[in-house]
């Protein structure tokens, strides 16, 4: 099978993203009857984290341990990412070891040069740019939330606060789907050029929509999902006050902005959060909240996307060739002995 690497959705059209996300719902049903297939018996996952990470690092160890594999965690420290020994020298050699490379790297460069040089594929688990697979969590969780019988082309997203990794993917991958997307945030913090224009062209191929506007109430009127992150990222520490000054309190997701919104609407976080800040404990906690399913769906996303890209690849070995081999080397052995 041609190697592929799981970087961006924008690398995908819009009938791939929908059967790796039905994918992704059978073996979620399949884990819920205690029936996961073990698809990717011995397969080796290295983990790759330039910082740390809850649900990222949890999600997939248990992942691919429960389809048969298992996982290298290596974090800072332990292995050359450009330091010492080219990042192209780095990608090959464990290219040699393992079957697929999942990554979370500070820089999006890094991410791509990885994947430029990996000989299996590579599985991007953030980067300052992007999340995609949160987002495919976000799409998946959305789904099974929706009302009945509305279709994904009828989702009205609406995210708030600042241009964060999460915002690019989920307007992303949202326009590539078809649906209506808006984000809210002072003009300071709102979407780049760059990311509109990508959006846009999505549109145009899908029929969704986007915009961009800094009236939250606006914005959440029509809205089946609300979605908020963090208003600051690794790097940004110093902004904290000037950040907290622009967003705080109009763009909060608290009761009374939830209820500008339509009685079915649902609110969303990819985590982790800090309560009391972009949204309050009172909107996290409440029934209208999936936060908790979302954070859930990424193991599951997390299973379906390595068998997505791993399987395929998988050498699919006759058991009587393996017992052949496996006599030849018990033979040797008793030679030795």
Wanted: with cysteine.
């Amino acid at each position: 099978m041609e190697l592929r690497h799981f970087i961006d959705t924008q690398d995908f059209s819009k009938a791939e993203l929908l059967d790796l996300i039905e994918l992704i719902r059978m073996i979620k049903m399949a884990d819920k009857e205690g029936a996961t297939p073990k698809l990717l018996q011995d397969v080796s996952l290295a983990m790759l984290f330039e910082e740390p990470s809850t649900r990222t690092r949890i999600s997939f160890e248990v992942g691919i341990t429960e389809l048969g594999g298992h996982a290298l965690y290596l974090k800072p420290g332990e292995i050359h990412l450009g330091v010492r020994e080219s990042l192209s020298d780095t990608a090959k050699v464990i290219s040699r070891y393992v079957d697929v490379i999942m990554a979370r790297t500070l820089k999006h460069e890094t991410m791509l040069g990885l994947a430029e040089h990996a000989t299996v594929p590579v599985i991007n688990g953030l980067t300052d740019y992007n999340h995609p697979t949160q987002v495919v969590c976000d799409v998946l969780t959305m789904i099974e939330h929706a009302q009945p019988g509305k279709k994904l082309e009828d989702f009205n997203v609406t995210f708030i606060g600042d241009a964060t990794n999460v915002l690019s993917s989920l307007m992303l991958i949202c326009t590539r789907l078809g649906m209506h997307f808006t984000h809210a945030a002072p003009k300071k913090y709102q979407a780049p050029q760059q990311w509109l224009d990508w959006a846009n062209e999505n549109c145009r191929e899908s029929g969704g929509t986007v915009c961009v506007t800094d009236d939250p109430v606006e914005a959440v009127k029509e809205a089946d999902f609300i979605y908020t992150d963090l208003w600051w990222w690794v790097g940004q520490e110093a902004e904290i006050p000037e950040r907290r000054a622009a967003f705080m309190p109009r763009y909060q997701v608290n009761m009374e902005l939830l209820k500008k919104a339509p009685a079915h609407c649902k609110f969303m976080h990819c985590l982790p959060a800090s309560r009391g800040v972009e949204a309050t404990d009172e909107v996290m906690d409440s029934p209208q909240s999936v936060i908790f399913d979302q954070a859930e769906n990424r193991l599951h996303t997390e299973k379906g996307l390595l068998v997505w890209l791993v399987y395929p690849r998988l050498k699919k070995t006759d058991e009587g060739f393996k017992k052949q081999k496996a006599d030849e080397i018990l033979k040797f052995l008793e030679k030795m002995g």
